[in-house]
């Protein structure tokens, strides 16, 4: 009997986290159900067209993507669940193997097929599964064993790119290494008085949403006027505060916001943080130490329960007026797709920016929806427990620091490529 077994969404692992140059360990996703993940999509998954599947759909530097690859990716995006136009997604994706591979190849670099089948280990470990468990998790899915190793292949030979071009060219001091230590210890014991404005960014406007944003910056010099802009832009919940937030621990943010927050002056806007799917602008109003406090890091359960685009934020207050815990939600999804609703706990520094913002400032019970999308998001704030984590050591922060670095120039290498790369159709 096939394993109940379920493949992480891509919110959770992006592409770009896959193919980190630099990926460090991360913690184990826990396992649900596998007809979670692939119940709508074997279902409704129709054969791949045997004609020109081998043909070329483009060439990048005159090597050519086949048509086939394009749908082997599409076919793994779509089991990853990753929003936006997932063809798209995918020829940028395979561009980006093409250019990695090209360039490891240029530097005479290689993986055995010892380090490719760890590699295949370690990401399957993510949804703690084994190698052989997610190949055959994605054969279902009419997802080739090659496709995956080819994936996992050229991220790995990114990370020794990155590692050869780079890593006599970063560094980290003592001093450096003292301030994330002294960071690490006292971030979680901080708490923040926060204004947001966040902008839907549909797929493929992106660019122009990012530049929106740039110029509502340039034109905000005051609290007064942050405000003013969110109420007149701002998709958030928060709109119609002007986008304040009252006062939260700065542990409550994910990843990717903490340091932003962090690096602002009081009265200061931060740059545009792309959230998938949105874009969005921080203003710091306060930031205080809590005394009495040290927590190293906060666990978040959350549902996210899926609503049609229209009329998503009426059924959404409908939802809201009726249920006071997240248990609640399974009355509400009962009879449903189960893939509609999805509970999950995860460390609120590793929630995807775009989950970690909305759920911040709620407290147990509270929820917020937003369109995502093809679809509007009911999310809710389920519980929040601090946990104890071992101290890192010296040598561990330094790695972390130049993973951080080599991560930082590779990224701009690869799309300094791509904007020199020749990528045409036949």
């Given at each position: 009997?096939?394993?109940?077994?379920?493949?992480?969404?891509?919110?959770?692992?992006?592409?770009?986290?896959?193919?980190?140059?630099?990926?460090?360990?991360?913690?184990?996703?826990?396992?649900?159900?596998?007809?979670l993940a692939f119940?709508?999509?074997?279902?409704?998954?129709?054969?791949?067209?045997?004609?020109?599947?081998?043909?070329?759909?483009?060439?990048?530097?005159?090597?050519?993507?086949?048509?086939?690859?394009?749908?082997?990716?599409?076919?793994?995006?779509?089991?990853?669940?990753?929003?936006?136009?997932?063809?798209?997604?995918?020829?940028?994706?395979?561009?980006?193997?093409?250019?990695?591979?090209?360039?490891?190849?240029?530097?005479?670099?290689?993986?055995?097929?010892?380090?490719?089948?760890?590699?295949?280990?370690?990401?399957?470990?993510?949804?703690?599964?084994?190698?052989?468990?997610?190949?055959?998790?994605?054969?279902?899915?009419?997802?080739?064993?090659?496709?995956?190793?080819?994936?996992?292949?050229?991220?790995?030979?990114?990370?020794?790119?990155?590692?050869?071009?780079?890593?006599?060219?970063?560094?980290?001091?003592?001093?450096?290494?003292?301030?994330?230590?002294?960071?690490?210890?006292?971030?979680?014991?901080?708490?923040?008085?926060?204004?947001?404005?966040?902008?839907?960014?549909?797929?493929?406007?992106?660019?122009?949403?990012?530049?929106?944003?740039?110029?509502?910056?340039?034109?905000?010099?005051?609290?007064?006027?942050?405000?003013?802009?969110?109420?007149?832009?701002?998709?958030?919940?928060?709109?119609?505060?002007?986008?304040?937030?009252?006062?939260?621990?700065?542990?409550?943010?994910?990843?990717?916001?903490?340091?932003?927050?962090?690096?602002?002056?009081?009265?200061?806007?931060?740059?545009?943080?792309?959230?998938?799917?949105?874009?969005?602008?921080?203003?710091l109003r306060g930031?205080?130490?809590?005394?009495?406090?040290?927590?190293?890091?906060?666990?978040?359960?959350?549902?996210?329960?899926?609503?049609?685009?229209?009329?998503?934020?009426?059924?959404?207050?409908?939802?809201?007026?009726?249920?006071?815990?997240?248990?609640?939600?399974?009355?509400?999804?009962?009879?449903?797709?189960?893939?509609?609703?999805?509970?999950?706990?995860?460390?609120?520094?590793?929630?995807?920016?775009?989950?970690?913002?909305?759920?911040?400032?709620?407290?147990?019970?509270?929820?917020?929806?937003?369109?995502?999308?093809?679809?509007?998001?009911?999310?809710?704030?389920?519980?929040?427990?601090?946990e104890q984590e071992?101290?890192?050591?010296?040598?561990?922060?330094?790695?972390?620091?130049?993973?951080?670095?080599?991560?930082?120039?590779?990224?701009?290498?690869?799309?300094?490529?791509?904007?020199?790369?020749?990528?045409?159709?036949?």
């Amino acid at each position: 009997m096939t394993p109940t077994i379920r493949v992480p969404q891509v919110d959770q692992i992006t592409a770009e986290r896959l193919n980190d140059p630099c990926q460090e360990k991360k913690s184990m996703i826990r396992p649900l159900s596998f007809a979670l993940a692939f119940s709508t999509l074997l279902l409704g998954a129709a054969p791949l067209q045997a004609q020109n599947l081998f043909a070329p759909r483009l060439y990048v530097n005159d090597s050519a993507i086949t048509e086939f690859e394009v749908q082997q990716r599409l076919q793994m995006l779509k089991l990853f669940r990753t929003p936006g136009d997932l063809e798209k997604a995918a020829i940028k994706a395979l561009i980006e193997d093409r250019l990695r591979m090209s360039t490891a190849k240029s530097l005479k670099l290689s993986v055995t097929p010892e380090q490719i089948k760890a590699g295949m280990e370690e990401f399957a470990s993510r949804a703690n599964l084994t190698a052989d468990q997610f190949v055959e998790a994605l054969g279902q899915a009419g997802v080739s064993p090659e496709t995956f190793r080819d994936f996992v292949e050229a991220g790995l030979l990114w990370r020794l790119v990155a590692r050869e071009k780079f890593i006599g060219k970063v560094s980290v001091s003592e001093a450096e290494i003292d301030r994330a230590i002294a960071m690490g210890d006292g971030a979680a014991a901080l708490r923040i008085l926060i204004s947001e404005l966040v902008i839907p960014a549909p797929a493929g406007q992106e660019e122009a949403v990012m530049a929106q944003a740039t110029r509502l910056r340039s034109q905000i010099s005051s609290e007064g006027g942050f405000a003013s802009a969110a109420r007149k832009y701002s998709a958030s919940a928060t709109a119609a505060q002007g986008g304040r937030i009252d006062w939260m621990p700065l542990a409550n943010l994910p990843a990717a916001l903490a340091p932003v927050i962090l690096g602002l002056a009081p009265g200061e806007v931060s740059q545009p943080v792309a959230m998938g799917g949105a874009v969005g602008l921080f203003q710091l109003r306060g930031l205080e130490e809590m005394k009495g406090q040290n927590l190293k890091s906060i666990s978040v359960d959350y549902a996210q329960y899926s609503l049609p685009a229209a009329n998503g934020a009426a059924a959404a207050a409908a939802i809201r007026a009726k249920v006071d815990t997240c248990d609640d939600l399974y009355t509400v999804a009962k009879g449903q797709p189960a893939e509609r609703l999805i509970r999950e706990t995860k460390t609120a520094s590793e929630l995807p920016t775009n989950i970690g913002r909305a759920l911040a400032p709620l407290d147990p019970g509270e929820s917020v929806d937003y369109p995502s999308g093809t679809a509007h998001v009911f999310l809710m704030l389920c519980s929040r427990t601090p946990e104890q984590e071992v101290q890192p050591t010296r040598d561990e922060v330094r790695d972390r620091l130049l993973n951080q670095q080599l991560a930082a120039k590779s990224q701009s290498y690869l799309e300094e490529m791509r904007f020199n790369a020749i990528i045409r159709e036949p």
